[in-house]
């Protein structure tokens, strides 16, 4: 109770409204608390379901502001204006995710984990893109990958029913904003390659996914022993088969993303699916609810 009403103290939501469903992006500058109330395995207090959201994490803040600047430098160059406005508002939405993830690695500093070492490979990795292009086409695979993690736990919100509060409504915040802006990159990478061929453009950025998906997984699986070596878990054969239950069979997470991410390969890819509208009206919804609730709370234990 004591870390619930820390929580609402240290919380700020005034921008939670769900905004009118004619605007596509919607930056919302919400602050969760989570640095000020630190939780261990606060996903149902299971270490494999929780450290998989904490390893993404750890990618966040260094990858955000890669994404800003790799669109950030077409925006002037682009004749679109609808186009570079919509990268403007991507890029204060990933501003603000990068705040909070900052403040969420911190509160994994608090809580005795090596943040350091584990963002060291990650900022190393992305440093050593300097092409434009690839940037941007690194850019597209890597907002592929949190678009399909958003889709997956929109579509799925039971996946962090077990969730403490604040680390709930942080990734179904940045859920939402993911999937409000997940077509941004791609439509700048074809307006950026006016003269490119199709099928070029296609080896480009399927090249920049299989170099992103590799890199994700040898660092996450790197970061896993760092995070489970602080909780004194050891990483032998039942906890790798422990997580690949976790992937692949109860909860599946994994199974559920597979397919969308494999239809990235597609010749054609969209990033769109049919279900788009309905999940960010829904999870416009959810976090408009979830915040009026916690405010009603916080009036409540005021007048008391």
Same mark, same amino acid.
């Given at each position: 109770?004591?870390?619930? $009403? !820390?929580?609402?103290?240290?919380?700020?939501?005034?921008?939670?409204?769900?905004?009118?469903?004619?605007?596509?992006?919607?930056?919302?500058?919400?602050?969760?608390?989570?640095? $000020?109330?630190?939780?261990?395995?606060?996903?149902g207090?299971?270490?494999?379901?929780?450290?998989?959201?904490?390893?993404?994490?750890?990618?966040?803040?260094?990858?955000?502001?890669?994404?800003? #600047?790799?669109? =950030?430098?077409?925006a002037? =160059?682009?004749?679109?204006?609808?186009?570079?406005?919509e990268?403007?508002?991507?890029?204060?939405?990933e501003?603000?995710?990068?705040? $909070?993830? &900052?403040?969420? !690695?911190?509160?994994l500093?608090?809580l005795?984990?090596?943040?350091?070492?584990?963002?060291?490979?990650v900022?190393?990795t992305?440093?050593?893109?300097?092409?434009?292009?690839?940037?941007?086409?690194?850019?597209?695979?890597?907002?592929h990958?949190?678009?399909?993690?958003?889709?997956?736990?929109?579509?799925?919100?039971?996946?962090? &029913?077990?969730?403490?509060p604040?680390?709930?409504?942080?990734?179904?915040?940045?859920?939402?904003e993911?999937? &409000?802006h997940?077509?941004?990159?791609?439509?700048?990478?074809?307006?950026?390659?006016?003269?490119?061929?199709?099928?070029?453009?296609?080896?480009?950025?399927?090249?920049?996914?299989?170099?992103?998906?590799?890199?994700?997984?040898?660092?996450?699986?790197?970061?896993? %022993?760092?995070?489970?070596?602080?909780?004194?878990?050891? %990483?032998?054969?039942?906890?790798?088969?422990?997580?690949?239950?976790?992937l692949?069979?109860s909860?599946?997470?994994? #199974?559920?993303?597979?397919?969308?991410?494999?239809?990235?390969y597609?010749?054609?890819?969209s990033?769109?699916?049919?279900?788009?509208?309905?999940l960010?009206?829904?999870?416009?919804?959810?976090?408009?609810?979830?915040?009026?609730?916690?405010?009603?709370?916080?009036?409540? &234990?005021?007048?008391?």
């Open positions: 109770m004591a870390q619930a $009403e !820390n929580v609402r103290q240290q919380a700020r939501w005034d921008a939670a409204a769900p905004g009118n469903d004619d605007e596509d992006i919607i930056p919302r500058d919400i602050r969760f608390g989570i640095l $000020e109330n630190p939780v261990r395995h606060w996903l207090g299971d270490f494999h379901k929780t450290v998989l959201a904490d390893g993404l994490s750890i990618f966040l803040p260094e990858g955000e502001r890669y994404f800003i #600047r790799s669109l =950030k430098f077409y002037p =160059k682009l004749k679109n204006k609808q186009l570079a406005d990268i403007n508002g991507y890029a204060v939405q501003a603000f995710h990068t705040r $909070e993830h &900052e403040a969420y !690695n911190k509160a500093v608090k005795g984990y090596d943040v350091e070492a584990m963002e060291a490979p900022k190393l992305l440093g050593r893109d300097k092409k434009p292009v690839f940037r941007l086409a690194v850019t597209c695979a890597i907002e990958l949190t678009a399909t993690l958003s889709t997956v736990t929109l579509r799925h919100p039971e996946f962090l &029913e077990d969730a403490a604040a680390y709930r409504r942080l990734w179904m915040w940045h859920a939402l993911e999937l &409000e997940k077509a941004v990159a791609l439509d700048v990478l074809k307006a950026a390659t006016p003269n490119t061929p199709a099928w070029q453009r296609y080896l480009l950025r399927t090249m920049a996914f299989n170099a992103v998906a590799w890199q994700f997984l040898m660092i996450t699986l790197r970061n896993m %022993t760092i995070f489970a070596k602080a909780d004194g878990i050891k %990483t032998g054969p039942i906890f790798w088969l422990k997580m690949v239950k976790v692949f069979l909860p599946g997470y994994w #199974r559920k993303c597979a397919p969308l991410v494999l239809k990235y597609l010749p054609g890819f990033p769109e699916n049919k279900d788009d509208d309905e960010i009206h829904k999870g416009r919804a959810w976090l408009y609810t979830e915040f009026e609730a916690l405010k009603a709370d916080t009036a409540a &234990e005021q007048a008391g």
